[in-house]
Nanobody, 129 residues
């Protein structure tokens, strides 16, 4: 089972990027998907999550209103559309998935790295001034 995150790069402050996370080895259409990020010298932090049905989304306060998570189950892919990027968004972004089929969690659990069983290798987003 592999999660491949891509789409990172260098972008100017105020710009936009779309990250993608493609799954291989199994389908994730019944699984929770999330994005986390880690900046140099900081712990990994929750960014966004989407329920297995796609009906519920969750965001960190720092990205709410600027980032949008979505999923295309036909493509076994989850996206993170990022706009209004600022210097604090510079980080390696990781996608993740849980292993449980059609599981519903509390709001806090969606935000916890412990909920997720599969992790991608990360894609670097660098925001310049």
């Amino acid at each position: 089972v592999q999660l491949q995150a891509y789409g990172g790069g260098l972008v100017q402050a105020g710009g936009s990027l779309r990250l993608s996370c493609a799954a291989a080895g199994r389908t994730f259409s019944s699984n929770v998907m999330g994005w986390f990020r880690q900046s140099p010298g900081k712990a990994r932090a929750f960014v966004a999550a989407i329920s297995w049905s796609g009906s519920m989304t969750y965001y960190a306060d720092s990205v709410k209103g600027r980032f949008t998570i979505s999923r295309d189950d036909a493509k076994n892919t989850v996206y993170l559309q990022m706009s209004g990027l600022n210097l604090e968004d510079t980080a390696v972004y990781y996608c993740a998935a849980d292993k449980n089929s059609r599981r519903t969690y509390t709001a806090s659990a969606y935000r916890s790295g412990g909920t997720y069983d599969y992790w991608g290798q990360g894609t670097l987003v660098t925001v310049s001034s």
